[in-house]
């Protein structure tokens, strides 16, 4: 089984990097088993094409427009991604609408896509989240840990292993 835990956005506009920062959040925080690629995948869009094709579960986090206050975690499964990113947020979510709509084309879609979505506050140029997304990224980096659990990874904090070294 190959998972990919894809990071979006451009973490020089504060709020709209959480997807980013979260992924790399979550590399620092677990102990990632072999078969779990985590992906910086920035404002790539269709350049991502060949690194999503043929994996089993895509679990995607980033910045999302939603009706909900800003810092809100949402999460959304299957079907409701791609429909998510047509009604785009930002420019690189219409590179991703694309890349999964190649993916159907090709027969190379993933089983299953979730998307762990964070409602930003702030967009303005800058490389800090705004104070309450800097705490729903906490939130999301449980949300994605949860959903690898739930697909039979076995994660173990970084902190456990180091202190076993010790």
């Known amino acids: ?9 451009n973490i020089l506009l504060r709020d709209e990097g959480v997807g980013v920062r979260v992924i790399e959040a979550l590399a620092e925080r ?16 269709m350049d991502l094409l060949d690194t999503i094709a043929g994996c089993d579960h895509l679990l995607i986090c980033d910045a999302v427009r939603a009706d909900a206050p800003p810092g809100s975690v949402i999460k959304l499964c299957d079907a409701q991604v791609p429909a998510l990113f047509r009604n785009r947020f930002s420019p690189h979510q219409l590179g991703v609408a694309d890349v999964l ?8 879609t993933p089983v299953s896509i979730t998307l762990i979505g964070v409602v930003p506050s702030d967009l303005e140029l800058g490389l800090d989240l705004s104070p309450e997304v800097a705490i729903a990224a906490e939130r999301a980096v449980e949300c994605l840990a949860v959903e690898l659990r739930r697909l039979g990874f076995i994660l173990e904090p970084r902190s456990a292993v180091l202190a076993a070294m010790v």
């Open 30 to 45: 677990y102990v990632i088993p072999a078969e779990v690629e985590i992906v910086d995948g920035g404002t790539s869009g």
């Open 1 to 9: 089984m190959r998972v990919l835990v894809l990071g979006l956005g």
């Open 101 to 108: 709509a190649t993916l159907i084309l090709t027969d190379e």
